[in-house]
């Protein structure tokens, strides 16, 4: 047993310090970024790197042609067959959206197999999210170096992890865009099931210092509850940011509105949740328990709402550290620690 005694910061325990600036507008700042990636050096993406996660609700055909129109980012949930995949490539308008998405998959024999079948037929997919909750065991280790050497044309993103020295392993591996994050997310029980996790903030400064070291990217994964968290991720070194909460709720989302007390809602629950293990899986196995929760989630309408309240607040963030770009953003930052960020006495806003 051991005990790190630094103390370790969630999104909650910092505001950013502003600085000056010379902007004159938030419409000034560039929210764009250009990346090559470690294992590809020749391809170029540029776009607003903000992702939807890859969760049955949130990554979705639907959501990937909305934030494509942004030049965002869609995690494809692994529950689409090959049929589906098929459709969704006949019925786009262009194929530059296949820079704006990743098809998922775990890293079972069956979740693998799918993944060659929809490559082989939609070879134009240039990303692979190798998605599994626990990301330190030396089986995902594995399965990261065989499909590196399997498609070595392709980008792949990889987690969950905290640390940086599981960062390192995986990009080593073969990896080129890490995720990281454990427990963070609005319907993950995971920290409270097994008492593991990593506070966000902490980890996202550390795990990219690891990244960046060695040519590689990270994604910040889960805890932005507001688009002030998104600034303080990417002013903690974070290259991308996805997000499912946030997200959730929109018409862009797969369910059905449920009506409730005269309020609308639409259905929302963690990939590790008894909801979700039983629509996919067929229920809880008997040797696990379920990490995750089901809520409703207010019907939001369409979601390029608030896609626009996200990138309006972290325009301010950047005009308040004097950050034309957003590539800037982290070198600008200086977090203060605090006990309390909002005055609430009217009541959450």
């Known amino acids: 047993m051991f005990i790190e005694n630094e103390i370790k910061l969630d999104f909650k325990d910092v505001l950013i310090r502003p600085k000056r600036s010379n902007l004159k507008s938030r419409n000034d700042v560039l929210l764009e970024r250009t990346f090559r990636f470690k294992h590809h050096q020749n391809y170029e993406w540029t776009g607003i790197p903000i992702i939807s996660a890859n969760m049955d609700t949130t990554g979705t055909f639907e959501m990937?042609?909305?934030?494509?129109?942004?030049?965002?980012?869609?995690?494809?949930?692994?529950?689409?067959?090959l049929e589906n995949w098929l459709n969704?490539?006949?019925?786009?308008?262009?194929?530059?959206?296949?820079?704006?998405?990743?098809?998922?998959?775990?890293?079972?024999?069956?979740?693998?197999?799918?993944?060659?079948e929809i490559l082989n037929k939609i070879p134009k997919i240039k990303f692979i999210s190798l998605d599994v909750a626990n990301g330190y065991t030396q089986i995902f280790v594995d399965i990261i170096e065989q499909t590196r050497k399997k498609y070595p044309d392709k980008i792949i993103i990889a987690g969950t992890v905290v640390t940086r020295e599981m960062v390192e392993e995986l990009l080593?591996?073969?990896?080129?865009?890490?995720?990281?994050?454990?427990?963070?997310?609005?319907?993950?029980?995971?920290?409270?099931?097994?008492?593991?996790?990593?506070?966000?903030?902490?980890?996202?400064?550390?795990?990219?210092?690891?990244?960046?070291?060695?040519?590689?990217?990270?994604?910040?994964?889960?805890?932005?509850?507001?688009?002030?968290?998104?600034?303080?991720?990417f002013g903690g070194g974070a290259d991308f940011i996805m997000c499912g909460g946030i997200f959730s709720g929109h018409d862009e989302t797969s369910g059905d509105i449920v009506e409730k007390g005269g309020e609308k809602f639409k259905e929302f629950y963690?990939?590790?949740?008894?909801?979700?293990?039983?629509?996919?899986?067929?229920?809880?196995?008997?040797?696990?328990?379920?990490?995750?929760?089901?809520?409703l989630i207010k019907y939001k309408g369409p979601v390029k709402n608030t896609v626009l309240d996200i990138l309006g607040g972290l325009r301010s963030t950047c005009t308040y550290v004097g950050a034309e770009y957003l590539k800037q953003l982290s070198k600008r930052t200086t977090f203060i620690r605090v006990n309390q960020q909002l005055n609430e006495v009217y009541g959450k806003s």
Do not use: W
């Open 172 to 233: 080593i591996k073969g990896a080129d865009i890490i995720r990281v994050g454990i427990g963070g997310g609005s319907v993950c029980t995971t920290r409270k099931k097994t008492g593991v996790g990593y506070p966000q903030l902490s980890s996202v400064i550390e795990c990219a210092d690891a990244a960046h070291g060695l040519n590689g990217l990270i994604i910040s994964d889960g805890g932005c509850t507001c688009p002030g968290d998104f600034g303080k991720a």
């Open 270 to 295: 963690g990939m590790s949740s008894a909801r979700a293990m039983n629509k996919h899986s067929g229920g809880v196995s008997n040797y696990r328990t379920s990490e995750g929760k089901s809520v």
């Open 64 to 81: 990937s042609k909305e934030l494509y129109k942004f030049k965002m980012f869609t995690c494809i949930h692994k529950y689409y067959t």
């Open 88 to 116: 969704f490539e006949k019925n786009i308008e262009s194929d530059d959206l296949f820079n704006y998405i990743s098809v998922t998959s775990g890293i079972g024999k069956e979740d693998l197999n799918k993944l060659d």
